[in-house]
Every structure is written in structure tokens, then in C-alpha cells.
T-cell receptor, first 113, second 112 residues
Framework: DADVTQTPRNRITKTGKRIMLECSQT?????MYWYRQDPGLGLRLIYY???????NKGEISDGYSVSRQAQAKFSLSLESAIPNQTALYFC????????????FGSGTRLTVV | AQTVTQSQPEMSVQEAETVTLSCTYD???????LFWYKQPPSRQMILVIR????KQQNATENRFSVNFQKAAKSFSLKISDSQLGDTAMYFC?????????WGLGTSLAVNP
């Protein structure tokens, strides 16, 4: 089993629908992150959490919300999806010291039509 | 602001040859970490190599090595004996205030 699991792998949804992307990890890491990747724009941080009670906005949090249900689970929600939220979404985890970098899930490709 | 710049959006190399991908960054910190990640067509993000800024010795992982020039704030990745499986996007990243700052990536194609 993968260390960081994202579901679904691919999703097509309609404008205005609510959608949740889920992430779970078996690394035992405290820190979890949600990124979106767009061609030519690299990876941009949406939200991050350093422990269950700590949630922080990243650089592009508008239109998104998150929930850290447990140390191992961190979900991302789009309350009312819009087409410009079409992107590849990554969940990542890291240890508290961070100096070994991040472990990534395999991504969720979301298309909003 | 802390930034990471990858000046080569696309590169190509012949199989078995050597290629170097450039990365520069901007920081006022003295102790930090730098990373190269690989994203093949499968889209998985894979850590290739990491460098601790207080270590003068350049990091090496098999065919992958870095040229870390701290004064110049440069962190290039050298891939030796390129293989078809090295075809991927390569991202340089810098650890700042507990979060990674990313470059925009270099798309590397290894040609047979």
C-alpha cells in the first residue's frame, strides 16, 4: 500500500457541485499539505496542517476548505466547484523537522465542466 | 520574498549522455535545505536528492548529483548516463519557514 493515498484518482464534476478530495497516510507524519498543480504555474499551496488542531491557509485558499479528521487524514473540499479549479491536486506529508522533504500522494486529477 | 528560479523550461538529451538542470534561489537564511523532485508522466512526485546548506559536500544519489554553490545561491542537478526513464518534469524546491518553495519546473526529454 502507498504511504500517502489520495482518492479519487480522477474525477469529473459539474460547476456548482460540492466535491471532497481525500488523503490518508501511513507515514505517521504530523504535517500534511494540499497543493494544486497547473501547467506553467508549478505547485501552489492551498492549505496546510502541522497537527490535528492546526490548520493554515496557503497562497490560494479561496474557494477551498479542509478538514483534518485525524493525524492520518486530511481532506480538501470545493464547496461550489468552478471550471478554473480544474487541476491536478496533490496531498503531501512531512515530518515535523521537514528537512527530509515531502512524501506525495499520486494526485487527483479534477475536471470541472 | 523567497523565490526559486528554474531558467530552462525544456531540455532534451540523448540517452547515455549527461545533462545539467539549473536552479537558483533567493534567501537571507544561512541554514536551509534544498531538494530536487522528479515528476514522470505517471504524475507521481518523487524525491530525487536533497542538500543541506551547511554541508559543503555536494549530495550524490547514484547517477544524480548536485552542484551546490552557496554563495551564488545555485543548486544545479546533474544526471549522468541518462536513461529513457529519466524523462520527466524536474522541480527544484527550497525549504523556508517549514514550507517548501517551488520552482516552475524543467521538462526533460531523454531521446533514444
Amino acid at each position: 500500500d502507498a504511504d500517502v493515498t489520495q482518492t479519487p484518482r480522477n474525477r469529473i464534476t459539474k460547476t456548482g457541485k460540492r466535491i471532497m478530495l481525500e488523503c490518508s497516510q501511513t507515514k505517521g507524519h504530523d504535517r500534511m499539505y494540499w497543493y494544486r498543480q497547473d501547467p506553467g504555474l508549478g505547485l501552489r499551496l492551498i492549505y496546510y496542517s502541522f497537527d490535528v488542531k492546526d490548520i493554515n491557509k496557503g497562497e490560494i485558499s479561496d474557494g477551498y476548505s479542509v478538514s483534518r479528521q485525524a493525524q492520518a487524514k486530511f481532506s480538501l473540499s470545493l464547496e461550489s466547484a468552478i471550471p478554473n479549479q480544474t487541476a491536478l491536486y496533490f496531498c503531501a506529508t512531512s515530518e515535523a523537522k521537514n528537512d527530509y522533504g515531502y512524501t506525495f500522494g499520486s494526485g487527483t486529477r479534477l475536471t470541472v465542466v | 520574498a523567497q523565490t526559486v528560479t528554474q531558467s530552462q523550461p525544456e531540455m532534451s538529451v540523448q540517452e547515455a549522455e549527461t545533462v545539467t538542470l539549473s536552479c537558483t534561489y533567493d534567501t537571507s537564511e544561512s541554514n536551509y535545505y534544498l531538494f530536487w523532485y522528479k515528476q514522470p508522466p505517471s504524475r507521481q512526485m518523487i524525491l530525487v536528492i536533497r542538500q543541506e546548506a551547511y554541508k559543503q559536500q555536494n549530495a550524490t544519489e547514484n547517477r544524480f548529483s548536485v552542484n551546490f554553490q552557496k554563495a551564488a545561491k545555485s543548486f544545479s542537478l546533474k544526471i549522468s548516463d541518462s536513461q529513457l526513464g529519466d524523462t520527466a518534469m524536474y522541480f527544484c524546491a527550497f525549504l523556508n519557514n517549514r514550507k517548501l518553495i517551488w520552482g516552475l519546473g524543467t521538462s526533460l526529454a531523454v531521446n533514444p
